[in-house]
Nanobody, 124 residues
């Protein structure tokens, strides 16, 4: 049974930091591209950060570039999202997702497994 479980969300003041974790089970984590998405209230889900199966390539949306860092520990089946200098507009439910695509950056519909999400709220 495939599972992705996010943790680390919460309430933080603007300018603060949080680190999200996503632990996977039920599939070969080390072979999968991992991504972090977020969905603000009333808006579409957007791809914010991604990391290749071997950690060799990363992707960041312009909205988080320079503030967020994605990393992974294949030995622990876990992907992380370190978030710094948080802004109120970063408030959203954050989801991790996995894609079997190993070359390039997957499209949204190529992410096969999803977590349940964790709420991040940055207050002004």
């Amino acid at each position: 049974q495939v599972r992705l479980v996010e943790s680390g969300g919460g309430l933080v003041q603007a300018g603060g930091s949080l680190t999200l974790s996503c632990t996977a089970s039920g599939f070969t984590f080390s072979s999968y591209y991992m991504g972090w998405f977020r969905q603000p209230p009333g808006k579409e889900r957007e791809f914010e950060a991604g990391i290749a199966w071997n950690g060799g390539q990363t992707y960041y949306a312009d909205s988080v570039k320079g503030r967020f860092t994605i990393s992974r520990d294949n030995a622990k089946n876990t992907v992380f999202l370190q978030m710094a200098s948080l802004k109120p507009e970063d408030t959203a439910i954050y989801y991790c997702a996995a894609s079997a695509i190993q070359v390039g950056r997957p499209r949204l519909n190529e992410f096969h497994y999803w977590g349940q999400g964790t709420q991040v709220t940055a207050s002004s």
